[in-house]
């Protein structure tokens, strides 16, 4: 079944240690593909994107991802958390030609020890 | 340059009752979507609206919800009658293009109690 999986539930770091948040998918082709973080009580907000091309991108906030596609991966990145990085993140895809309709996997909150 | 605008932030009713949502997207936005977001969960897409005809609703329990988008702009998310299940917040979101890359409000959040 097609599927974005986010195989930690909940990760907890030190501040300035790096961070890295798994993401798998599960689709004949390579989707669009997307990290979005939600803060306590807001909406999410897009922290990057891959459509083709480089496989390294990357975003806001000082994260990056690296797209895989042997592995069908798109790990989120970080050398240095920050407390203020405390959120819950979410790998997403979409579907190329299906109404670009965004698929979202459950998420991974993250907790930042000082 | 202005969000996408959400009302009411928080909403408390009874099962049975009835609600609405409201959402107001970004400014030249065609695409409008609306999410439910269950606790613990990642958003799940109900509706899309490209201006004001519907691209996607199939994931949209029709029995008690609707949704509508008149001018293609402001957009009305109703339940009726409520469930326990319905309780969630309701994110709102537009997007200039259809690429995947949405602009979201702030949520509204329902208790059904």
């Known amino acids: 079944a097609q599927s974005v999986t986010q195989p930690d539930i909940h990760i907890t770091v030190s501040e300035g240690a790096s961070l890295e948040l798994r993401c798998n998918y599960s689709?004949?082709?390579?989707?669009?593909l997307f990290w979005y973080v939600q803060s306590p009580g807001q909406g999410l907000q897009l922290l990057l994107k891959?459509?083709?091309?480089?496989?390294l991108v990357q975003g806001i906030k000082g994260f990056e991802a690296e797209f895989k596609r042997s592995q069908s991966s798109f790990n989120l990145r970080k050398p240095s958390v920050h407390w203020s990085d405390a959120a819950e993140y979410f790998c997403?895809?979409?579907?190329?030609?299906?109404?670009?309709?965004?698929?979202f996997g459950k998420g991974t909150l993250l907790t930042v020890n000082p | 340059e202005a969000g996408v605008a959400q009302s009411p932030r928080y909403k408390i009713i009874e099962k049975r009752q009835s609600v609405a949502f409201w959402c107001n997207p970004i400014?030249?936005?065609?695409?409008l979507y609306w999410y439910q977001q269950i606790l613990g969960q990642g958003p799940k897409l109900l509706i899309q609206f490209q201006n004001n005809g519907v691209v996607d609703d199939s994931q949209l329990p029709k029995d008690r919800f609707s949704a509508e988008r008149l001018k293609g702009v402001d957009s009305t998310l109703k339940i009726q009658p409520a469930k326990l299940e319905d309780s969630a917040v309701y994110l709102c979101?537009?997007?200039?293009?259809?690429?995947?890359?949405?602009?979201f409000g702030e949520g509204s959040r329902l208790t059904v109690l």
């Open positions: 689709y004949g082709a390579t989707p669009y």
């Open positions: 400014s030249g936005h065609a695409t």
């Open positions: 997403a895809v979409v579907i190329r030609g299906s109404n670009y309709k965004l698929t």
């Open positions: 979101a537009s997007s200039l293009v259809q690429t995947g890359e949405l602009f």
């Open positions: 891959y459509f083709s091309g480089d496989t």
